[in-house]
C-alpha cells in the first residue's frame, strides 16, 4: 500500500520545504523541486516512519491491553465472606 497525503497536506508540506530552504539553505527551492523532494521522501523515508508509527501503536495497545484484567477484574465466589461480614 503506497503511502500518501492528502492535497493538502502535500500544499502545506511543498510550502513547509520552499520556507525552509529559504531561511536555512543558500539558495531557495522552486515549488516543483520541493514536490519532487516531498515525493522523493515520502517513498523513501516515508515508510520507516510509517512503521514505526505502527509499532509504537501497536507497543501502546499491547500496554492496554495487559492492563485490561486489573481494571476489569471482579473476584469470584464473594457472596459467603460478604454475608459473614454481616454477621
Not at 2 to 29: C, G, K, N, V, W
Not at 35 to 41: A, C, D, E, P, T
Not at 46 to 63: F, I, K, T
Amino acid at each position: 500500500m503506497p503511502l500518501t497525503l492528502s492535497p493538502e497536506a502535500q500544499q502545506q508540506a511543498i510550502a513547509s520545504i520552499e520556507r525552509y530552504f529559504r531561511e536555512h539553505m543558500d539558495e531557495p527551492i522552486g515549488n516543483v523541486a520541493a514536490g519532487g523532494l516531498l515525493k522523493f521522501l515520502v517513498e523513501e523515508v516515508g515508510p520507516a516512519l510509517y512503521n514505526q508509527g505502527v509499532a509504537d501503536a501497536q507497543e501502546n495497545l499491547q500496554a492496554r491491553v495487559a492492563e485490561l484484567d486489573i481494571e476489569v477484574h471482579h473476584e469470584a465466589f464473594t457472596y459467603w465472606n460478604q454475608r459473614s461480614r454481616r454477621k
